[in-house]
């Protein structure tokens, strides 16, 4: 009865592999692959993109499609066939009106990209990346022009953001958006203009050595296991999986600002967690390999700022920081701790920058990408651009482009329409937060006392085990009986923030 | 007038991303993969034996290969192109006699096979390895009967040696092991029964890390440049190219026993040379992956013993041994070192085994292979075989099979057919190693002085850059005027082991 439903299944699991090949050789070149090797990387990145893309939009995938869901008739809607089924055909209508040789030149184009990327990063120089974000403009306009008219696009950027959160549209995040600016800019200024907090704990000089165990340690505590997961040194950090049950993630680490090593190897390993549970709840199956960037991000997010940077956590991390870093940090108090981390400060890294400034970092970029894919924008003038935004919005002038424009990974390795999805990540964390407290009454004890596995299982079993098996809005209307919304994350972070300055927000 | 020729180079050029792609995720596999990989690794390996072999052998490639054979007529025999052609249809029509799901399964056994064998090795349990070599011959059968009948195979051997040593015979190698142990066997005696030598230097304590920059400074000499090699631990050292100009070599540490991972890491850096010159002269394409292994472990085997076990070598390491180790080696005499790493004592790992009583492992494994395949030898009795055999021609009694059937990764990743090559390169290595004094005068002189550069670029002259574009008797009848042969070998090892032994031999 379900011979075609089995074919299609074996079909899919192939491209498993095949994309878990690429995510092999992404991370190797990220992480181990010495720079010689970079150029024919580049060529194997578009061989296995553009293979995968082949096996998949083939007519074949199609007609499995169609005797697979003659078999599933009366089936339950909710069954992972079904939804596999139909989550398949919606990936497939959309891939097969790429050509194969424009997948092929997009994944080449990233993989080059990130190469100069990394130099001009390092020299801080626009001139030197403005090629390759032309480039990568380009071939995603043309991408773009393969769907307008399909799937109700209603503009050019809803192309690009659907590929990183399923039926999302670009008005109903700048509507998110909007509201949430709303909430933040007086927040922001409250808290800035206050007697401000005592940094001084996150800007002990603490050697590189002991934030590599203190990393080790904490991530340990949430899940990260050594027979199924790796941490390893990176440039920009990252997680992937390369295999059902093995999960790569990376940090990096800065001497005289430790915070970002311990914070980004609990981000990454969020995502980690994310990665492994779907996979090993949908082995070999595309509803293992979560595609909402959103969901991904609420993971990381919780982790890092809600669980990590929380006034439970300290508890925790205190002890152990000061342990490892040594004399700067003796006697280190968790209540200095967790205002010194919660600081607000306008900044420039994005990856750095506190909670309630975060979102505008964001907003920016989703503009901007927005503008150059319409075309209102010209590439030549984006760090120019990218300035006069940032004063605007964050207040600070950009005087290095490295600081600026040159930060992020994406648009060298061509990832245009991500973005947004972090700020849409932060909202909801926030939600998911709200109702972990309701269903976990001693949530906050067992942070403070370092056992996060109710929270981890919380989290496996009301989003990670799902997959990708559910579009965002409908798994939290399964799980959270809501919408995606602005006003649970506002209130966690008034509340905390009202704790760190003193302050009735 | 190329238009399917070009399409046929391109052709090949995926082939060649596919098989970097394989090569990385089994290097990764050995190298940095978390155990809780091993399964998924497994089904990815064998997708993508799978997709190289459909599209190598789809019958497109027959048609661009007879249409490229129309553009090159009047064409040099021996341009690249030519070559190209002749050596991709002769692989291709190999390869269009295996069933897709065959290669798939053959990848597949390799792959979770070898995490048995590491588990069945750690724990001496050749019942629990049983099944996998069952299985694995099994499938070799099956490989074989895809061919008999073709190609001139007179045997089943034939036709598993021709996949590791292209258009070598079964008959012709057991004729030079026949005159090899002929040469051998009164060699050890004579040695054997002499007053032996003080092995006291290579019994000396060396702490790993000391080793590791042994190692790398020896690997450096040789021409490993950071920005094209890494050099990593593993249970079985192996050197693979994992793209143009990306060299991976591995070794491992033995605190007891160093010249085990010196040793190692040149004679996997020896491969490594020979790896990137051929890939750097023939980028993604086939003739740049060297096809014959008895060529490819003449350029290990020349590294590892005529250099690095050589009297003018000892120079060079004598000093850098007893600085790295401190203590135990202080003081330690080149002469002295020369002596010690050339005792010849029977021993029970081949990989350990001294340049005379080597061979003697490889006619073990060669004879033990063949009845295997035939069938006159059952799996269930391979280890008792294995202990009879070696008691025979070494003169050992295994009591351990981790030191007797176990010890080899081969046979645990379906390489059968592959052994002899090792004794073939030994004899390969030995007339180069005559011809490259000839050419090169001065050739002890620079190896004394550390000059290594001076016989890398000798063989990347008449050996790497050739990559696979000649079969190995072409090849030698081309830079040597001469067939394989054991005379140059045999001449090489009296005159050291004269020295050595202070015997007239």
């Known amino acids: 009865m379900s011979g075609r439903l089995d074919e299609l299944k074996r079909r899919m699991a192939r491209l498993s592999d095949l994309k878990y090949a690429s995510s092999l050789a992404n991370w190797d070149q990220q992480t181990k692959m010495p720079p010689r090797g970079a150029a024919c990387r580049a060529d194997v990145l578009a061989t296995l993109a553009e293979l995968r893309h082949r096996e998949f939009t083939d007519s074949e995938t199609g007609r499995l499609l169609d005797a697979a869901a003659g078999e599933l008739r009366g089936a339950d809607p909710d069954s992972d066939e079904v939804r596999l089924v139909e989550s398949v055909r919606r990936h497939w209508e959309k891939a097969r009106r790429v050509p194969g040789d424009l997948t092929a030149e997009i994944a080449r184009a990233g993989s080059r990209g990130q190469e100069v990327w990394i130099d001009a990063r390092a020299q801080s120089d626009f001139a030197m990346f403005q090629p390759v974000l032309q480039h990568n403009v380009d071939l995603a306009r043309r991408y773009v022009e393969c769907h307008l008219g399909h799937d109700g696009f209603q503009c050019a950027y809803d192309v690009l953001l659907d590929d990183y959160e399923p039926l999302m549209r670009t008005a109903q995040v700048a509507a998110l958006f909007d509201e949430l600016k709303r909430e933040l800019l007086p927040l922001i200024d409250a808290v800035t203009n206050s007697a401000g907090v005592d940094a001084t704990p996150v800007e002990a000089r603490f050697p590189v050595e002991g934030q590599r165990a203190l990393s080790r340690e904490v991530v340990e505590l949430m899940g990260f296991d050594a027979r199924g997961w790796r941490l390893d040194d990176t440039v920009h950090p990252f997680a992937t999986g390369v295999g059902d049950g093995d999960v790569r993630i990376t940090t990096r680490y800065d001497e005289r600002y430790w915070p970002m090593s311990l914070f980004g190897s609990m981000h990454e390993c969020g995502h980690g967690l994310y990665e492994e549970g779907a996979a090993l709840a949908h082995p070999r199956s595309p509803l293992g390999a979560v595609d909402s960037l959103a969901m991904h991000e609420s993971q990381s997010r919780l982790w890092e700022n809600m669980v990590g940077r929380g006034r439970s956590f300290a508890n925790v991390l205190a002890p152990r920081a000061a342990a490892h870093c040594g004399g700067p940090l003796e006697g280190l108090e968790p209540e200095a ?9 306008p900044s420039f890294i994005r990856v750095e920058a506190d909670e309630a400034t975060y979102a505008l970092h964001i907003i920016l970029r989703f503009e901007l990408e927005q503008e150059l894919i319409e075309g209102t924008l010209r590439v030549a003038d984006a760090a120019e651009a990218w300035r006069a935004r940032f004063r605007q919005y964050v207040g600070l002038d950009v005087t290095d482009d490295a600081d600026g424009i040159l930060q992020d990974v994406h648009w060298s390795a061509g990832l245009m329409g991500y973005f947004s999805t972090y700020a849409l990540g932060n909202l ?27 929270l981890r299982e919380w989290l496996r079993e009301h989003v990670h085990r799902h997959g990708a098996k559910f579009p965002t809005a409908e798994l939290l209307q399964r799980e959270l009986q809501a919408p995606i919304s602005v006003a649970p994350f506002v209130r966690y972070l008034k509340d905390k923030l009202g704790d760190v300055y003193g302050l009735s927000l």
Chains 1, 2 share one sequence.
């Not at 998911?432 to 942070?447: I, K, M, Q, Y």
């Open 337 to 345: 701790l967790f205002r010194a981390v919660n600081r607000v400060r």
């Open 428 to 454: 909801i964390a926030g939600q998911l937060w709200e109702r972990a407290h309701r269903d976990l009454p001693d949530l906050e004890d067992a942070l403070a006392a370092g056992e996060l596995g109710g």
